[in-house]
Structures are given as C-alpha cells and as structure tokens.
C-alpha cells in the first residue's frame, strides 16, 4: 500500500508548486477509459474495501490519554476499528477509504488535543512490491488500428490473458487500458501479446504509486537544489517530489511499473557525475530517531528545570549560613524581599515556560472531557505558586508575611520532568527487540553485475534497501546475507539462530533457500533474491512483533477503566483533605503548635491538599501491561518464539489442553518405508515401481518415502534415503516409472489413479474398503502386527485384487517425550490427534505418554476435536505444521504453528514457532505465565503505592506518627513510581527459556 501523499506537500514532477495545486495531468484517475465500465462492480468494492494506516500521536502522558484518542477515532464515521498504543505514541486505524480519508483521521486526533501525523507505511518495500492480489490499471499505445474490428479483437486478445480482469481500447487515442494482476502477468508480457496480434505497442504509465525517502549528500546550495529538481523534473516515472533543504531528506512519489529506485538513485548519481550521492532512508531508523528525540527533549527540560530549581534550595538552606549573601537576600526592594523577587522570578520560568507542556497536555484532556497526570500536575503546582504569590502581595498590602512555597511548585515540575526523563529512556528499552531486529539487516550488499550472456561485468556495493527480485548478490565470509534467496553457486554454513533461534550452522549448496539478516559463517556465495522489502522473512518477523506491542491485552481493560475515574477521584479526595483540615483547624481540634511558622490553618490544609494532588499516579497503572507485553514479545523474538499479540499472551498462560498433530510435529515428518511384503505373485521390484508410479504426483510425506524407497531399491542411490525433494519426483519421472491417468488423491484416504487401464489403489483400510476390496485375514495381522509397532500400513491394490503391503515408519522428534512429560508438571494435558489408524497411533501415544488419543480424524475434524475440549470452557492451544492443520489452529483458543508452518498455518496461528523443536511449546507456555505474574505483580504495586500514599499524603498518620509528606516529595514518589513499573517489566528482559533438562522440574505455581 503506498502511503497517502496528502500529508506533504509535494512538487509534482516537472511543475511548480502554483501549477502542482491546479493541475495533477500525470494522474490517470482523471482520464480512464475503465471508469465506466463495470461501475457497479467497482462501487461494491468500494464499500467493502477497508485501509490500515498508522499514525504517531504526540501528547499522551497516560492510559486517560490513549482512552480519548481512541474514543476520538472511533466517532469518526467509517472508522472500523482504532488502537492506540501509549508506549509507542501510535494509533493502528482501520476505516473505509470511501467514507474517510486519512486527513479526516489526522484532524480527529488533533481536535482531541493531541498532534498527529500519518506515517508512511513501515513495511512498505523500497522496490515497490506488490500485495498480492491488488491489481493494476496500466495505460499503453497501440498503433495500427484501423477500424473496430481491429479494437475488438485487441479487446479479445487482453481479455483472453491470464491475470488481466479487464480492457478497454480507444481507436480515437490509440490507447488501451488493462486491469491486471502484476503477480500474474507483467506489463511486458502484456506489451509482448498485443505485438504478438499484429500491433505495436508500448508501455506509457500505470495507476500505482509508490514512495521512497532518500537522503541527499552534495546538496549545498540553492543552486544546488535547483539543478537536483530539474533532473527528477527529466525522469519518466516519477510524479512528485519534495526535497527538505534542511534535513538533507528527498521525498519521491514515483509509478513503480514505469521506475524503480535504484534506476531512479543510479540516474541521479550518474546525471550529476558523481556529485550528489543519496541512499534510501530506513522507515525504522527514522522512527527511532524520532523516539530518541522525545528522551531528548525530556532530558532538556529536566536540565533546565533543575538548573534553575538548585539557586532556590540553597536560597533556602544554604545562604541562612552565609550572613554576607543571607544580608543580600533579606535587603527590601520595593514592596517584597530581594530574596523573594529571585524566587517569583525563577519559579515563574519553571511554572509558565519549563512547566508549560504540563498546562497544554492538561488543556487537551479538559477540552476532551478527560482528565490525565498532567491535570493533577498543573493544579498541584498551579495551587502552590498562586499561594505564594497571594501570600506576597498579602504581606505587601497588611505587612501580615506569611511563608511562601514557591520551591515547592519548582521541586515538584523538577522531580516529575525527571520522572518523565526515566520512564522515556525505561520504555525505550522495551522496543529494544524491534530495533535489534532492524539491526540485523545490513546496511549494503555487493551486486553482481551480468551481461546477456550470463558474464560478469562489474561487482558493485549498492543500498540492501535497493536490492530487487532477480538480483545477483554476493556475500562475503563473515558478512550478512542481504535479502531471501536461493543459493546460485558455492557452499557454505550459514548461522541463522538470529532469526530461528537454532544455534547450529546449517549447511547451505546450490538451489537451497537462506534468509536475509542470517550470517554467512565461512565461502563465497552468490545468491539470487526472491524476497525483499516486506516480503522477507525478518520483515514479517519485524511485522509480527510491532502488530503484537500494539495490540492490548484484555487485562488491560481493567487499568483502563481505572484511570477514567482516578484523576477525578484524586482530585474530591484532595478537596476532602482540604476541608477536613481547614475545618479541624478553625474548630481548634488540633494544637496550634502543628502549624508551621507563621503559618496558618489554611496553608496547612493547602499542603496537605497538594500532597495528595501530585502524589496519586494513574500512569504506573497504564503502563503495568503494554510495558511487560512489549519486552515479552520482544524476549520471544529473540528466542524464536513470536507473538501476534496481548490477548494470545493473556489466554496461552491458561492453557489446559495442548492439542498435538502428529506427523511433523511430534514426528521428525521424515518417513522412511521399512517394511515391503507381497501377496501375490507379483515381482518385488515390479510392485514398487507400480506403487512408485502412483505415487509420483502425491505431495504427501508417505508418499516420497515410499518414491525414495523404489528409487533406492532399483538404483541403490544412497541419497535417496535421505535427500528426496520435490525435485526427485520430478527427475523420477524421466524413464523407469509408468505412465500414470486420473491421478486423484483422497485425503484421509490415499491415492488412486490407472496404470495401462487397470485401477490401482494406494491407501488405508477404507480405501480398499469403499472400492469393494476384499482384506484377507493374513493381509490384516501383517497390518495389525506393523500398527501395534508404531508403523503405518499402506495398502496396495493393483486391478481391484490387494497386491502388497508397505510399513512405513515416521521416528518420533528426540525431545517429544520429554517435552509431553513436562507439560504434565506443569498442569497442562497433552493430547494427540493424528488421521492414522488407532493401532498406530495409541503406540505411538504410548511411547510418548500421551493418555488422550484421537485417531482416524480427517483434517477438517481436528477443529471439532478441538471443540470437543473447549465446551466446558478449558483453554485449548494446538500445535501444527501444515495446511491441514489451519482449521484446527483457527478454532484454538492458543495457535502455535511450529517450523514456521506453510503461509496458511502462520495466519491462523496465534504464536509462531520458528523452529521444528518440541521445547519452544513450554517455552511459549512458560514465557506467557512468566509475563503475566510480572503484570499482576506491576497491577499489585500500582495499586498498592496508590492505596499506601494518597492516605499518607492526606496525613491519615500525622496525628499519631507526625508523618507528613511536604508536596516536592510527594511529586517525588509519583515520579518514581511509574518509573519502577516499567523497571519491573524490564525484569522480563533477563527470562531464560527453560533448558530441556529442566524442563522436568518445572512445577505448577
């Protein structure tokens, strides 16, 4: 999705700004021939299609905060849902396009009180990638038509391709417009079609857009800049630009089917000899400058203020000392103390300048019908500094001085900036997975330049953000894989436990796969791209774990309605506190020697009053949950465990029953055929390359180890026991196997298909047994005694007569047993579902100590399985691989694709395991216990500070303890308090996953 252009003011290409505002030609939306065709079609798209945009949000102190802004989106007409995640200062909004622009969301937020801005697509790929199936409308020319017929039968032609859903063309303009899929067809092949009929054609321009930030170096001068505007004015493809002078950043809007940006990067190099040099800014590391400038600024405010807070502490403490400075202090100008006016001076600079952030954020709340910290701060502090000054000028007028308390204001915005300051650099550390796995991309990759014939014309380091499918890449001993490939030439062990969590090298030769961020431990390798920008591995991982820091776990919904009630309540139990006070005072119920010097009932009450104003703390409560979210999900990133969420967190630490498929999961899914016995006369040799030969189109695992079995048997090729691929099968099929028709495959049955017109079947029981084949009893006490071993018995019919049997044998995973044994400490009970037959499958549940067995269950079965043991409202998790398993994943209660599954298996699953092993179950399983006792621990702490403090602020204790809180340390404690909650979820950075021979001891808390 390419990101709105609304939200900038961009050049278009090759016009000035006046012109850009009264005329865009270069958009086809103005001048396209498919407007009218289909309308009704493209309208109900229209009203079903949905947009998901983020956008960064600037001014939330608390939960209270994100309630608004959430509330604010939410009234917006067309919004279907927003998310607002304070941590981040993010909002995820889905809405319908038609009935809302992205404009429309920006001004919702800022009329809420708070700053917007819509950011661009952070997985947005810089090579202008696709989605699969988004679709198209590109413009061509076609010359040499003549009449309609010639029209008619392009039409024709366009229609008739695969990927194009529509087309339209115009003899009076000799132009031609064409929906299509660009995952299907390419615009060449489009171009090659039209041709291919007698026609000339070309491409002119497509309706896509896409945008790529660069950042500029040469650029010193407005000279300078001209000339970079006249060359991107020059280039075809590109639409619109903006150049910022100041950060040096170029933004370009360009139609991806026309230009791509390294030819865009390369045209600019190159047209300018050299002198202005650009490469691609990544959307995260902009991100996260912009995060470390908010610490920043924190940070100089908090410097400031207490720059200027230290000559008030010693103006108090310190001069009484010093007679020379203390004589200074105390010298009348004017109406006041020359001391006095130092500190109205001071403090008004920290209250109206440095404390100015705490007034506009609580003004946003008070505009919003909300309230926030920043409410209480700027009455606590606001009660304080009036006092002092009525106070001075009191004295002034009566010559009556009362004590002033103008450092208490100072003190207080002093210690809560520093508590701001912490919680900033504290939260900063719960994004640290995020960034680790940015990291991990390398920044270049060296590019390997070819002629036609397939020679080697240049190396050349360009921008990884550049690299485009197809691409030749080298890389180095010791460096980073740039992009995912597929191994060209050379062999190499490349070490990819940043991505998987699997700590040994694996071995990577020609045609296998390699995951960009991965290293490459020792040899050269060229590889050629297949995925880049957001449809690489880490992008998605990348993609996975920000998705989950921003979704809200549903015990925060508790916190969340807390903090909508808890500044109004701080503030009535602060006017009680007042009145309790003053109204104790003014009937003498306690000694006068209580009050301060010089001081009276109502400055008493006042202190007491602000103590209990600025010591409650909403946010330790807002931040108790998405902070220890944001590190878990992080942890199990780190550990090859992802995380789609806090909801899949909250429900996995409940987990009851833990629902197992057993091929692939708890097998190594590496079958081997260990047993072959024929039943007729049929020769060995003959039987298996029948059977081999029906089952040369099968994708099933039992499949392929029957088909390196026969291969292996005729061939005694070594390899084949261990290495069958899919490209074995194919390379099979050139000469020993039979021709095979009407090839059908029954799941949860087997195959069949005819061989020289006789039928031959591969399969189970029942498939023998619904095509009216007899089981001899011989036949059944083979297949019984193979079932009672832990083998499957596939049975084969050649003519509709059962001609042999083959066991085939799938090795359990070595950690399974352990692993089903630990889930038993834990409380957790395993179960296994399998579609083989009962015999083997109590074998193999017995091996395993498994009790609960469901066997013989088709795939779409095994979500009703699942059912089965939610009825009584136990939480039930599954663990899966394939797409067989996807029902099952989805009806789940916890989803755990294992081996990173099939596309399928990762969408419907709620935690992704990245590896094939067993012990990332109990890890999943331990790390979402572990997270949520942090979380209640942090709720209890929250709670508990609140509970504690605001009484003794209130100086419950005083009349019989003398404790009282003056207001600077009750601003103190509310500082800190916030800070030590996300400390305390910070904690969840030192979790350990337990080790396979703990695992055994681990025991349900």
């Known amino acids: 999705m390419a990101p709105s252009v609304r939200d900038i003011q961009l050049t278009p290409a090759g016009k000035t700004s006046l012109a850009a505002a009264a005329d865009d030609s270069g958009d086809l939306e103005d001048v396209r021939l498919l407007d009218s065709y289909d309308k009704d079609d493209v309208e109900a798209a229209a009203t079903t299609s949905t947009k998901r945009i983020q956008v960064r949000v600037t001014g939330m102190t608390c939960a209270a905060c994100s309630n608004s802004v959430e509330s604010a989106l939410m009234s917006v007409d067309g919004v279907v849902s927003a998310s607002v995640a304070l941590l981040q200062n993010r909002a995820d909004v889905v809405f319908n396009p038609s009935l809302v622009k992205d404009?429309?969301?920006?001004?919702?937020?800022?009329?809420?009180?708070?700053?917007?801005?819509?950011?661009?697509?952070?997985?947005?790929?810089?090579?202008?990638?696709?989605?699969?199936?988004?679709?198209?409308?590109?413009?061509?020319?076609?010359?040499?038509?003549?009449?309609?017929?010639?029209?008619?039968?392009?039409?024709?032609?366009?229609?008739?391709?695969?990927?194009?859903?529509?087309?339209?063309?115009?003899?009076?303009?000799?132009?031609?417009?064409?929906?299509?899929?660009?995952?299907?067809?390419?615009?060449?092949?489009?171009?090659?079609?039209?041709?291919?009929?007698?026609?000339?054609?070309?491409?002119?321009?497509?309706?896509?857009?896409?945008?790529?930030?660069?950042?500029?170096?040469?650029?010193y001068s407005l000279g300078d800049a001209q000339v970079l505007e006249g060359m991107l004015s020059g280039m075809k493809g590109v639409r619109q630009f903006r150049f910022n002078i100041v950060s040096n950043e170029l933004d370009v809007v360009f139609d991806p089917e026309v230009i791509r940006p390294r030819s865009l990067v390369d045209g600019i190099q190159l047209g300018s000899k050299g002198k202005f040099r650009l490469n691609v800014r990544n959307p995260y590391a902009r991100m996260a400058s912009t995060d470390g400038a908010e610490s920043s600024a924190m940070f100089r405010l908090f410097t400031s203020s207490l720059f200027l807070s230290v000559p008030l502490f010693f103006m108090g403490v310190v001069c009484p000392h010093i007679p020379f400075i203390y004589s200074l202090l105390l010298r009348r100008c004017g109406?006041?103390?020359?001391?006095?006016?130092?500190?109205?001076?001071?403090?008004?600079?920290?209250?109206?300048?440095?404390?100015?952030?705490?007034?506009?954020?609580?003004?946003?709340a008070l505009r919003n019908g909300s309230t926030n910290m920043d409410v209480l701060v700027a009455l606590g502090t606001t009660a304080s500094y009036v006092y002092?000054?009525?106070?001075?000028?009191?004295?002034?007028?009566?010559?009556?001085?009362?004590?002033?308390?103008?450092?208490?204001?100072?003190?207080?915005?002093?210690?809560?900036?520093?508590?701001?300051?912490?919680?900033?650099?504290?939260?900063?550390?719960?994004?640290?997975?995020?960034?680790?796995?940015?990291?991990?991309?390398?920044?270049?990759?060296?590019?390997?330049?070819?002629?036609?014939?397939?020679?080697?014309?240049?190396?050349?380091?360009?921008?990884?953000?550049?690299?485009?499918?197809?691409?030749?890449?080298?890389?180095?001993?010791?460096?980073?894989?740039?992009?995912?490939?597929?191994?060209?030439?050379?062999?190499?062990?490349v070490n990819e436990s940043m991505v998987t969590g699997e700590s040994v090298p694996v071995l990577k030769e020609l045609n296998a796969s390699v995951i960009g961020g991965t290293i490459n431990s020792h040899g050269v390798l060229h590889i050629q791209a297949t995925k880049v920008g957001s449809d690489t591995v880490l992008s998605q991982i990348i993609s996975l774990v920000e998705t989950a820091q921003m979704s809200k776990a549903p015990i925060q919904k508790f916190a969340d309605y807390v903090a909508s009630i808890f500044v109004p309540t701080v503030v009535a139990l602060s006017l009680l506190t007042f009145l309790c006070w003053y109204t104790a005072g003014a009937l003498e119920a306690y000694p006068k020697e209580w009050l301060p010097e010089n001081g009276n009932h109502f400055v008493f009450a006042l202190m007491f009053s602000i103590s209990v104003v600025v010591i409650a703390c909403p946010c330790a409560l807002g931040l108790a949950t998405p902070t220890a979210v944001m590190v878990a999900t992080g942890v199990g990133a780190n550990n090859g465990v992802l995380i789609k969420g806090g909801d899949a967190l909250e429900r996995a630490q409940m987990v009851k029953y833990v629902i197992f498929d057993k091929t692939g999961t708890l097998?190594?899914?590496?079958?081997?055929?260990?047993?072959?016995?024929?039943?007729?006369?049929?020769?060995?040799?003959?039987?298996?390359?029948?059977?081999?030969?029906?089952?040369?189109?099968?994708?099933?695992?039992?499949?392929?180890?029957?088909?390196?079995?026969?291969?292996?048997?005729?061939?005694?090729?070594e390899s084949s026991t261990t290495n069958g691929t899919l490209n074995d099968a194919k390379e099979l099929s050139s000469g020993w196997l039979h021709d095979v028709s009407d090839f059908s495959a029954l799941p949860g049955r087997g195959v069949q298909c005819f061989i020289d017109g006789k039928r031959i079947l591969v399969g189970n029981r029942k498939l023998l047994s619904e095509n009216g084949i007899d089981i001899s009893t011989e036949v059944e006490n083979f297949v019984v005694e193979l079932e009672e071993s832990a083998k499957t018995g596939i049975l084969v019919a050649y003519d509709d007569v059962l001609t042999g049997v083959l066991g085939v044998a799938d090795p359990l995973k070595r950690e399974a047993s352990v692993v089903i044994d630990g889930l038993h400490k834990m409380?957790?009970?395993?179960?296994?579902?399998?579609?083989?037959?009962?015999?083997?499958?109590?074998?193999?549940?017995?091996?395993?100590?498994?009790?609960?067995?469901?066997?013989?269950?088709?795939?779409?079965?095994?979500?009703?399985?699942?059912?089965?043991?939610?009825?009584?409202?136990?939480?039930?998790?599954?663990?899966?691989?394939?797409?067989?398993?996807?029902?099952?994943?989805?009806?789940?209660?916890?989803?755990?694709?294992?081996?990173?599954?099939?596309d399928i298996a990762i969408e419907a699953a709620d935690y992704v395991l990245m590896r094939y092993n067993l012990e990332d179950v109990i890890t999943a399983i331990d790390l979402s216990r572990k997270t949520f006792s942090r979380i209640r621990l942090n709720y209890v702490f929250a709670m508990a500070y609140n509970v504690i403090a605001i009484p003794v602020a209130a100086g419950v204790f005083f009349p019989s303890l003398g404790i009282q809180l003056p207001p600077w340390v009750a601003g103190a404690c509310m500082a800190l308090s916030s800070v030590s909650v996300v400390c305390s979820s910070l904690l969840l950075r030192r979790y350990r996953k337990p080790r396979l021979t703990a695992i055994l001891e681990i025991v349900v808390e």
Not at 196 to 205: H, R, T, Y
Not at 352 to 362: K, L, N, Q, T
Not at 684 to 691: A, I
Request: proline share 4%.
């Open 103 to 219: 404009e429309d969301i920006k001004n919702a937020v800022e009329d809420a009180g708070f700053e917007a801005e819509v950011l661009p697509e952070p997985q947005q790929s810089a090579t202008g990638t696709k989605p699969s199936g988004a679709t198209l409308v590109g413009q061509f020319t076609i010359t040499g038509m003549t009449c309609a017929a010639c029209v008619n039968s392009v039409e024709g032609i366009l229609k008739d391709l695969g990927g194009v859903k529509k087309a339209v063309v115009a003899l009076a303009t000799s132009l031609g417009e064409v929906e299509y899929d660009p995952n299907v067809i390419s615009k060449d092949e489009i171009v090659r079609a039209i041709e291919d009929a007698g026609f000339e054609a070309s491409f002119v321009q497509s309706n896509e857009q896409d945008k790529v930030v660069l950042g500029v170096v040469g650029v």
């Open 335 to 364: 109406p006041f103390l020359m001391g006095d006016w130092l500190k109205w001076a001071l403090v008004s600079v920290i209250q109206f300048v440095i404390g100015r952030r705490f007034y506009i954020a609580a003004g946003r």
């Open 388 to 493: 002092s000054v009525c106070a001075l000028l009191y004295g002034a007028v009566t010559g009556f001085w009362s004590p002033t308390y103008f450092e208490t204001s100072a003190m207080l915005i002093t210690f809560v900036l520093l508590g701001k300051y912490l919680e900033c650099l504290a939260k900063g550390k719960t994004s640290d997975a995020i960034k680790k796995l940015v990291e991990l991309a390398p920044a270049t990759a060296l590019l390997i330049v070819k002629d036609k014939g397939g020679k080697l014309i240049e190396e050349r380091e360009i921008d990884s953000l550049l690299i485009e499918p197809g691409d030749t890449l080298k890389v180095l001993p010791g460096t980073k894989i740039p992009a995912d490939g597929i191994v060209k030439w050379g062999s190499s062990y």
């Open 667 to 717: 097998t190594q899914g590496k079958a081997t055929v260990t047993t072959v016995k024929v039943f007729t006369g049929m020769e060995r040799g003959e039987f298996l390359t029948l059977v081999a030969s029906a089952e040369a189109s099968s994708e099933h695992p039992l499949g392929k180890a029957i088909l390196q079995y026969a291969r292996h048997f005729h061939f005694f090729d």
């Open 827 to 902: 409380g957790v009970i395993p179960v296994m579902v399998t579609g083989d037959n009962w015999r083997t499958a109590r074998a193999v549940a017995k091996e395993l100590g498994i009790q609960d067995v469901r066997a013989e269950v088709m795939p779409a079965g095994k979500a009703d399985v699942v059912r089965s043991f939610q009825k009584d409202g136990s939480v039930v998790a599954m663990v899966g691989d394939g797409i067989n398993d996807s029902p099952a994943l989805a009806a789940a209660d916890v989803g755990m694709a294992i081996g990173a599954g099939t």
